[in-house]
C-alpha cells in the first residue's frame, strides 16, 4: 500500500518540482525573496531603473571574461633596452626587424644627441622611446630632485626635438631601488611621468664584458612570469648584449610570449623605496618650486588639445601645458614660442631683460619694467609698450597677441572650437 501510495505521488511532486523551477527560471526577481542578504541581485527590483552604469547589475559577462582571463592570461613580454643610442643599436634595430618585433629604448640625452638618426628609425619601425636622463650620474641625479627633474625635462626636449614627439615614460637609472625616495616617486607621478623598473635584469651591466651565454641565461627563467619587462643595454660596450638578443627572442617566442612596447598605461613595475631612503630628503625643494614646476607638468600628457598657431605662413602646435587662456588672453612661454618660430632669444639674468630676434625684428621683453619694446636697425627703440611678463620658475610667461603684434605679425583670428583652438596672425 505504502509502496502504491509513493509510485503515485513520485510523478506529481517532480511535475511541482519542474513547474516551481520554470517559474524561477523565467521570472528572476522572484529569487530576491528567498536570497540572503549577500545576493548580488537584491538591489535590482523592477522599479530600479537599468542603466549600464549600474555596477551591481550584468555582472555576469564580465564574470565570466575575468574568469577566462584568469585561466588562460596573456603572455607578454616587453623587451627594454637602456644607455643607447650607441654604435650597437643599429644592430639591435636590424635584429628586432629581422623577427618583426618592438622594443623600448630608455635613452640617454647626451647619446641622443650623438645618434640622432637612430631615435628616428626607433620610431619609423614602431618602437617606443623613453628617457634615461642626461648623464646617467648617480651623484648628481639623486643628490636632490631639482638636478633629476632637470635632466629629465632637457632629454625629454631632446627627444622631442629630433622625434617631435614627447615622451612620459622614465626609466631611472639604476632603477629606482636605494635611488628613489617616496618624493621622487610622487613628484613624477604628479607631473605626469610613468616610471618603469623591470621583472627580470638580463645581468648585462653587472660587470664589464658579461658573456652572452650568462645574459641569455639570466634573462632567460624556467618558469617566467605571464606579463614581464626585461632589462637590457644597448649602450657602448654591450656588443655581448647584442650577441644574446636573438636567443632571447626565440626563448620568448617559442614559449608563446607576444611582444610589445611600454606604454602610459602598462601597470608600472616599480621597486619599494629602500628603508634608508625615506628619511634621507634633506634639499627637498619647497612647495613653491613643486607648484610651478611638478603641477603644471602633467598637463603636457594629458591629451587635451593643442593650440594650432599660423603665423608669417608657419604653422605648429604648441601642446597644452605650453600654453593657457586666462582672462581672455592666450599666455606662452616665451621660450617654446621663440623655439616653434625659429627665433632667438637671449636673457640676461642680471638687468632682467630678453632679447628676441626673429627675421628682421628684435624685441626687447623688460621683466622689471613689465614692457616690451622694439629695436630698430639704427639701434633706437620704440616706445615701450605695458606687457604683464610672469616668471614661473625657469620660464617667462608673456601674452602671445601683443608679443605676436611687436613681431609684425598681428593676430586676424582666433577660432576656439572644442576640439581645436586656432590662432591666425598675418
Ligand atoms: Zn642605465
Not at 522599479?47 to 577566462?68: M, R
Not at 622594443?103 to 620610431?123: C, H, I, W
Not at 605571464?226 to 632571447?248: C, E, N, R
Not at 628603508?275 to 591629451?303: C, E, M, Q
Amino acid at each position: 500500500m505504502y509502496r502504491t501510495k509513493t509510485l503515485f505521488l513520485n510523478p506529481i511532486i517532480a511535475l511541482i518540482g519542474i513547474l516551481v523551477f520554470i517559474t524561477l527560471l523565467v521570472n528572476p526577481s522572484l529569487w530576491t525573496s528567498t536570497a540572503g542578504a549577500n545576493n548580488r541581485f537584491q538591489d535590482i527590483t523592477p522599479s530600479d531603473p537599468i542603466s549600464t552604469n549600474h555596477t551591481d547589475y550584468s555582472p555576469l559577462t564580465s564574470i565570466q571574461l575575468a574568469s577566462t582571463k584568469d585561466i588562460f592570461p596573456k603572455k607578454i613580454i616587453y623587451l627594454t633596452f637602456d644607455d643607447g643610442p650607441s654604435k650597437l643599436t643599429e644592430q639591435v634595430l636590424h635584429i628586432l626587424k629581422q623577427r618583426n618585433i618592438q622594443s623600448t629604448f630608455f635613452v640617454l640625452g647626451n647619446q641622443a644627441t650623438r645618434y640622432p638618426e637612430d631615435l628616428k628609425d626607433m620610431v619609423k619601425a614602431g618602437h617606443t622611446i623613453g628617457n634615461h636622463t642626461f648623464n646617467h650620474e648617480y651623484k648628481q641625479l639623486y643628490s636632490n630632485f631639482t638636478e633629476f627633474w632637470s635632466q629629465i625635462k632637457q632629454t625629454e626636449e631632446i627627444i622631442r626635438h629630433i622625434t617631435g614627439t614627447r615622451t612620459s615614460l622614465v626609466r631611472a637609472p639604476g632603477g629606482t631601488y636605494n635611488h628613489f625616495d617616496a618624493s621622487y616617486f610622487l613628484w613624477m607621478k604628479e607631473a605626469g611621468y610613468q616610471v618603469f623598473d623591470w621583472d627580470v635584469d638580463s645581468g648585462d651591466s653587472m660587470r664589464r664584458g658579461v658573456p652572452a651565454s650568462e645574459i641569455i641565461h639570466n634573462s632567460t627563467p624556467s618558469k617566467p612570469k605571464d606579463q614581464l619587462i626585461l632589462l637590457m643595454h644597448d649602450g657602448s660596450g654591450h656588443d655581448q648584449t647584442v650577441k644574446a638578443l636573438p636567443h632571447i627572442i626565440d626563448y620568448y617566442k617559442n614559449l608563446g610570449y607576444e611582444f610589445r612596447t611600454l606604454t602610459p598605461k602598462v601597470q608600472p613595475v616599480q621597486f619599494p623605496v629602500h628603508p634608508g631612503k625615506i628619511a634621507s630628503s634633506s634639499s627637498l625643494p619647497d612647495g613653491a618650486w613643486v607648484a610651478s614646476h611638478v603641477i603644471p607638468n602633467a598637463r603636457l600628457f594629458t591629451g587635451e588639445s593643442p593650440l594650432h598657431v599660423v603665423v608669417g605662413g608657419k604653422a605648429f602646435e604648441v601642446e597644452a601645458g605650453n600654453y593657457e587662456l586666462s582672462q581672455d588672453q592666450y599666455k606662452v612661454p616665451l621660450r617654446t614660442m621663440a623655439e616653434r618660430l625659429g627665433a632667438q632669444v637671449q636673457w640676461d639674468s642680471n638687468t632682467k631683460i630678453t632679447k628676441v630676434c626673429w627675421g628682421t625684428r628684435t624685441l626687447i621683453i623688460n621683466n622689471n619694467q613689465q614692457n616690451i619694446v622694439r629695436q630698430l636697425e639704427s639701434g633706437e627703440v620704440t616706445e615701450s609698450i605695458p606687457l604683464s611678463v610672469e616668471v614661473r620658475g625657469e620660464r617667462i610667461w608673456v601674452p602671445l597677441r601683443p608679443l605676436l603684434e611687436q613681431l609684425g605679425h598681428p593676430i586676424i583670428s582666433v577660432n576656439t572650437e572644442q576640439t581645436r583652438e586656432q590662432i591666425t596672425a598675418i
